[in-house]
Structures are given as C-alpha cells and as structure tokens.
C-alpha cells in the first residue's frame, strides 16, 4: 500500500509540473520505491534526481552512490549532496571526477536543523560545489545573516529543507487566521503562506517539503502558480506570523 501510494504522489508531482526529487540512503527504502516508480510512469524521465552521500571515506561514499545509481535504475544524477558535511573534504575530489566523466551534473553540500553553518559559508566561498541544501523557515531565520546573502553573492543554488520545522509551525498557527490580504499573494491556506514566504528570498531555488499526501502535494504546488511576495509582502508576512 505504501508503495502505490507513493507512486500516487509522484505521478501527482510531475503532472503538476514537478521535477526535483531529493532523496538518500538514510531514508530507508525510499530509493528501491523511488527506481520502481520511474520504471513505471512514463514522465517521469523528465526529473530532477538528487540524492546524498552520506558515509566517512571516499570509497565508501562512492560505493554507497554506485548503489544509488542502481537503485534509482539512472547512468547519472543531476545532483549529489555531500549531506551533513560528512567528509566533505573526502568526498568532494571523487565527486568531481564523476562530475566530469557524466556520473552527475553538479555537486552539492547540504546541512539541516541550524548545524554547522560557519562551515558551510567557508565551503561556499572556496570550494567549486553547484548547489547548497540547509535548513531555514520563517521560524527559523539564522540563515539570512550569512549563509543566504553568501550563496547568493556566490552564485550557488540554493534549496530548503524543514520548510515546516517538521510540523511544528502548523502547530503554532492551528486555528489561527490568514491575514486579509494572503489571497494577494494567492495563499489560502497556511502551508501556502509559510513556502511562498521562502521561495520568494532572491537567494532560494526551491524548497523540499516531503509528504505522503496528495492533497497536502496539490496545496503545496499550487504555491507556485501565484505571484510571489516582494520585499514588502514578505516583511508584513512575517510580521503576522510573528503576532499569530
């Protein structure tokens, strides 16, 4: 049943226009179900794949990647996250030979729950990675004082994880109203507030928030057929959350 229901939700996310899906080994048999399901809906050969290394050792993160590649069914991945920063130094020159031999399209770093950021904007100025992956909501701004404006100056892509701190935002503002204005910026409903809030940051690409839901899916898409929040908008967005 999980099975079908997770191909029911990614045959919804690419028929809405979705592309990236973001996957690792530490996600249980996410990426045995994600390979299964490529092989069975037609369009879903136009996606995005990306997926992290996640395991000390070169050889190690290499083996663990070829097996990725096996398991997803693909020749290469668009992208492939050093995550947590585990071994960065080591996994970095091995990815870099994948990258020029078409294993893979561009190398990423990724960090979630507030952690190592110093790092991470170091990597950022120094170090030749296409994408960055870390964690930042309107709960959870730390992220605007360095890592944001640094990527971006850099031109590095950018993409959110724990858009909804794992649910915990939902919580705060359970029964609380949109303000008056949200049908402005096209949200109706609070998860539309809080990603379209994000995305709209010069500096962010996409944001990552997982579900198992369809129509948790379809309200989550719909965020990205409105205007986004300008400077001002995003200002007052945040000044509601902040009194909700």
Known sequence: MRRQASREV???????????????????YAQAVIGQNLRNIPQAMAIFSATKVWIPGAGLGE??????????????FDLVYVHNLVDWQGHLPWLRDWK?????????????HGRRHEEMAAIIREQPVDFVQFSYNIADREVESELLPVALDHGKAVVINRPFRGGDLFRQVRGKPLPPWAGE????????FLLAWIISHPAVCCAIPA??????????????????????QRQQMLDWFQKA
Not at 10 to 28: E, K, N, R, V
Not at 100 to 112: P, R
Not at 185 to 192: D, F, K, M, R, V
């Open 211 to 232: 579900t198992s839901n369809p129509q948790h899916l379809a309200e989550n898409m719909a965020t990205l057929a409105a205007p986004l929040p300008d400077a001002r």
């Open 100 to 112: 020029e031999q078409g294993k893979l399209c561009y190398i990423g770093v990724s960090t979630s």
């Open 63 to 76: 083996a663990q990647m070829e097996q990725a590649l096996e398991l997803w069914g693909l020749r290469q």
């Open 185 to 192: 910026i096209g949200c109706t409903t609070w998860a539309q």
């Open 10 to 28: 990614m045959q919804h996310f690419l028929a809405l226009g979705g592309t990236m899906i973001d996957s690792s080994p530490m996600y249980g």
